[in-house]
């Protein structure tokens, strides 16, 4: 969710990657050196933005790999008004665990059974003996044993297909350059600029923060880097205007 102060700090972060350089450029020469620190940490974030663009190019090959081989959510799997009462279920995700919605979104996220809820449910079962089931009970056991290989062997393919398309292997390698990402940032964030070449890398920075990863580094970004940003170039305009 974008709150009002959440798009006012990357408005202002935006517009202080668009325009950091050559405002404060243009305003003279600054007092101090820069940071050596904040220069350091520039060219690290230089090359570990290389990293993350990769990987990240990687990930998505690999996720619509996988998307193109995912088999279809058998039908028998789907809960319906009688299966409900016999085993618990769950909604269909993609792979970052988000609710899958069909083309009528209406309808609503589709429910089905898993092998390990079918598996509780048989469990409950398997306690009583067969003397003790009445024909109701047995159909309804015998419903679930029907499904389980089939559940079974869905996940067995959906678990192939991660394999085959390498979407996890991807999907953790880009997760641990945008960590490293994060980190490096929030050290580039907590060192005032002193210099234009400064501010042009923390703006450098936002931008790569920006497209390492999703929404919520989008976020992180903006609040963190925003204001600061923005402090930096009010500050190195006064100073130098006052050279």
């Not at 202002?12 to 620190?37: F, I, M, N, Q, R």
């Not at 990402?181 to 070449?197: N, S, W």
């Not at 923390?202 to 992180?220: L, V």
Request: hydrophobic share 40%; aromatic share 6%; glycine share 6%.
């Amino acid at each position: 969710m974008i709150t009002r102060r959440l798009a006012i700090f990357r408005i202002a972060a935006s517009s202080a990657v668009a325009a950091a350089a050559p405002a404060v450029l243009a305003a003279g020469k600054p007092k101090a050196a820069e940071h050596p620190t904040l220069i350091r940490l520039g060219r690290r974030m230089e090359n570990l933005d290389k990293i993350c663009q990769h990987r990240k190019a990687a990930k998505a090959t690999a996720r619509a790999a996988y998307d193109r081989l995912r088999p279809d959510l058998p039908e028998a799997l789907l809960v319906t008004p009688y299966s409900r009462n016999l085993a618990d279920s769950e909604q269909e995700t993609d792979l970052h665990g988000k609710l899958v919605w069909p083309s009528d979104p209406d309808r609503g996220p589709r429910s089905h059974h898993t092998a390990n809820y079918l598996r509780l449910a048989l469990d409950e079962w398997a306690e009583l003996e067969e003397g003790e089931l009445d024909e109701e009970e047995r159909t309804g056991r015998d419903y679930l044993r029907q499904r389980l290989p089939l559940a079974e062997r869905y996940e067995a393919e959906l678990h192939a297909v991660d394999e085959r398309s390498g979407y996890t292997t991807a999907s953790g390698a880009h997760d641990l350059a945008c960590y490293a990402m994060e980190k490096l940032v929030r050290r580039i964030a907590a060192i005032p600029a002193l210099t234009p070449e400064g501010i042009t890398i923390k703006a450098q920075a936002y931008d790569a923060w920006m497209r390492s990863g999703d929404e919520m580094a989008q976020d992180f970004a903006a609040f963190i880097m925003g204001p600061g940003i923005i402090g930096d170039i009010c500050r190195v305009l006064s100073e130098a205007g006052e050279a």
